[in-house]
């Protein structure tokens, strides 16, 4: 008979495998519809605001979160009141910020309304899923992630196929703000009512300060990893042209679907478990937990990026435009990097359970540095190349260094629990 464990995996991976599908569909769809510069355009949209998701944040979640799945089912109500003033107060000094992005002329000025409307309502469902993953709800997660990455998507096609005129991105960008908004809606009155008890709290100034200060540290690490694959688009617009960047859009979209679908699979089962086993002292379990995410890790990354190698010729040709068949090459080197990338999570988690945030930050800022000097070497010689390969070179050192690291802390209880204070 199949464990519950086995099925609520297997239930999980599905409803996310749903989602990704959806928004594979809806590429490969608007890659026949749209133009290539459109494409690129679009990867540009979604990865500002998704850069822009982060700084808004704050990253305050990496402390809060950590505490609720440290902390008893009575106490989620003074941790998530807590989080929810930290976030209306960093929503006050940050939100303004991202007007930068049409200062600098990064995005056209037409999208201006699109960009704050999906920024906003992107944050909150972003938050609300991470909470019910800390909250070890992964199914209820995915449902989310469903309405807010898939459901809509399939409403979505037919309208713009049937209906030409509105095959433009501010179409998909309306389809993609009801997906987020109904996702938030749902998100709010699964968490009120996991969490049951409520009260109002004092503020606690201290709390607060403590979380801001982690989460800056957080946010320090996360832009740096995250402006990779932000300032990625951006230098490829540049050095090679829109089209191209359609193209590459394209090709980083199928790569990192192996990641996509490895986080409900994997991660998002197991990292909630490895970081209560270590802050409880369970040590045996954490090792176990630890052993199992390592080899689903290596296993996973690897037969995805082989299934993805044989299938894409196939699903590009149905595109019908020579520019996305003709650039595969690309598609091989973006494979190789997803697999680094995903592989290096694994140390990750072991440090975040361990607490080490200082080395986590250090990790992703000199990767930052990484790709910089890279890409400034290469992108003379082959500038449509410079930016894969330079990734390849930052992820390898970050999960480099996160390995070496976790290994000299993992034997060593004391040193551990130094670093988490």
């Not at 928004?23 to 133009?35: G, K, N």
């Not at 106490?75 to 998530?80: A, C, K, N, Q, T």
């Not at 703000?177 to 809606?185: D, E, H, L, Q, R």
């Not at 089209?243 to 090709?251: D, I, P, S, T």
């Amino acid at each position: 008979m199949l464990s519950q464990d086995f099925l609520q995996r297997l239930l999980n991976v599905s409803l996310r495998t749903l989602s990704l599908v959806s928004r594979f569909v809806m590429l490969f769809a608007l890659a026949y519809m749209l133009t290539p510069a459109d494409i690129g355009l679009y990867g540009l949209m979604t990865a500002t605001i998704g850069f822009s998701v982060l700084v808004i944040g704050g990253d305050f979640y990496a402390y809060s979160q950590r505490e609720l799945m440290s902390h008893p089912k009575e106490e989620w109500g003074f941790i998530l009141q807590h989080q929810g003033v930290a976030a209306a107060l960093l929503y006050v000094v940050l939100l303004p910020l991202n007007g930068l992005v049409f200062v600098f002329k990064l995005l056209p000025d037409c999208f201006i309304l699109w960009f704050f409307i999906l920024l906003i309502s992107e944050h909150l469902a972003q938050e609300l899923y991470r909470l019910l993953v800390a909250m070890q709800r992964p199914i209820t997660a995915s449902c989310m992630l469903f309405v807010r990455m898939g459901l809509w998507v399939w409403v979505l096609l037919p309208v713009m196929w049937f209906a030409p005129t509105l095959q433009k991105l501010e179409t998909v960008f309306f389809a993609w703000f009801i997906g987020s908004m109904f996702s938030c809606v749902a998100g709010i009155v699964i968490v009120w009512r996991e969490v049951g008890f409520w009260k109002w709290y004092p503020v606690d100034w201290k709390w607060l300060r403590i979380g801001y200060k982690k989460g800056l540290m957080f946010l320090v690490g996360t832009i740096c990893f995250r402006a990779l694959f932000t300032a990625d688009r951006y230098i490829i617009k540049h050095y090679v042209g829109m089209e191209m960047l359609g193209v590459y859009v394209l090709y980083m979209s199928m790569a990192m679907a192996i990641v996509n679908f490895m986080e409900p699979a994997i991660f998002s089962f197991l990292y909630p478990r490895l970081v209560s086993a270590w802050r409880q002292g369970q040590h045996a379990i954490y090792k176990k937990v630890f052993r199992e995410l390592s080899f689903s890790a290596i296993l996973f990354s690897i037969g995805l990026a082989v299934v993805c190698a044989v299938l894409a010729p196939l699903v590009l040709q149905w595109t019908g435009k020579s520019i996305y068949i003709g650039q595969q090459h690309l598609l091989w080197v973006l494979l190789i990097m997803v697999v680094i990338y995903a592989i290096g999570m694994v140390p990750h988690y072991g440090l975040y359970a361990f607490g080490a945030d200082r080395i986590i930050m250090l990790s992703h800022l000199s990767s930052l540095g990484i790709f910089i000097l890279m890409v400034a070497l290469m992108v003379g010689t082959w500038p449509f190349f410079a930016v894969p390969l330079a990734l390849i070179g930052s992820f390898s050192w970050m999960g480099g260094v996160k390995l070496w690291f976790y290994l000299r802390l993992k034997n060593n209880h004391e040193v551990a629990v130094v670093v988490a204070r």
